[in-house]
C-alpha cells in the first residue's frame, strides 16, 4: 500500500499551506505526503512553481517523504487527460479522475443530467477509457461521480474496473470522502483479493483533515477480522 494523502491547498479549492501540510504531516507521524493539486493546462496558479516545491518541502518534511502530484480530469471520450505531456512531465505522479463526463466533443455533459442507466453504461465506458491511459498513475475516487449523483455502482462492474484497472498497472485509490463511501468496501475487498496497490487518500481540503482515511481503512480492516 501506498501511504500518501491526496491534499487539496489553498492554491485551488482548498485552504492552507503546502507548509502547514507538511507540518500537519509529520505531527501525525505520516510517513509520506503526496500533494495531488488539480491541475489543466488551463489553471491559473504557477504549476511550474507548485512543481518545483518538492525540493523544499521535502527538506522540511524529513524524515517524511514528499510527493508532488496533479489530480487531472478526464478530457474526452477517447481517453484523453485535460493536460499537456510537458505538465504532466513535471509532477510525480498524474491522479486520473472523472468530475463530469465528457460529451465526446470538447465539453462536459451536467452532472445529474442522464438517466440513471444511461449513466451507469457511460461512467462504466468512460472510467475504462481513463484507466487505460497510460499516463494515468492513479484512479483517483473511482466511480465518484456515479456515486455522488445516481447512488450505488453495479458491484460486478465496479469489480471488473477495479481488476482491469490493477492488471493495467493503475494504483487504486481508496478515498476517505464521505460521497465516495459506497465504494469503500468493494475496492478493499476486491483489491485484497487481487492483491491490488492502494492509493490511500484523505481528500483533505485543508490540513486538519489529512490522515481521515487511514483511521477508516484501519478500522475497517479491524472489523472484517472479528
Ligand atoms: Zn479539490
Ligand atoms: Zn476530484
Not at 501525525?28 to 493546462?41: I, K, M, N
Amino acid at each position: 500500500m501506498i501511504d500518501a494523502h491526496g491534499l487539496h491547498t489553498a492554491m485551488t479549492d482548498g485552504q492552507g499551506t503546502l507548509e502547514a501540510y507538511v507540518l500537519q504531516g509529520k505531527k501525525l507521524g505520516l510517513e509520506a505526503v503526496a500533494f495531488t493539486e488539480h491541475a489543466s493546462d488551463q489553471t491559473s496558479y504557477d504549476f511550474e512553481l507548485y512543481a518545483q516545491s518538492k525540493a523544499r518541502l521535502q527538506e522540511l518534511a524529513h524524515p517524511m517523504r514528499v510527493y508532488v502530484a496533479a489530480e487531472v480530469k478526464l478530457a474526452h471520450t477517447d481517453g484523453t487527460l485535460d493536460i499537456s505531456p510537458e505538465r504532466a512531465a513535471l509532477v510525480d505522479f498524474i491522479v486520473g479522475v472523472l468530475h463530469s463526463y465528457p460529451d465526446g466533443n470538447h465539453g462536459y455533459l451536467k452532472n445529474k443530467s442522464l438517466d440513471r442507466d444511461i449513466a451507469l453504461k457511460l461512467d462504466y465506458t468512460l472510467s475504462k477509457a481513463l484507466i487505460q491511459n497510460p499516463r494515468v498513475d492513479v484512479w483517483g475516487h473511482p466511480v465518484g461521480v456515479f456515486s455522488n449523483f445516481y447512488g450505488p455502482y453495479d458491484a460486478d462492474k465496479l469489480r471488473e474496473l477495479v481488476v482491469l484497472a490493477a492488471r493495467q498497472g493503475r494504483i487504486i485509490e481508496l478515498n476517505s470522502a464521505y460521497r465516495y463511501r459506497h465504494v469503500f468496501s468493494s475496492i478493499v475487498e476486491t483489491c485484497l483479493e487481487i492483491n491490488c496497490l492502494i492509493s490511500i487518500g484523505s481528500d483533505a481540503h485543508q490540513p486538519s483533515e489529512l490522515g481521515h482515511v487511514v483511521g477508516h481503512l484501519r478500522d475497517y480492516l479491524k472489523n472484517r477480522n472479528v
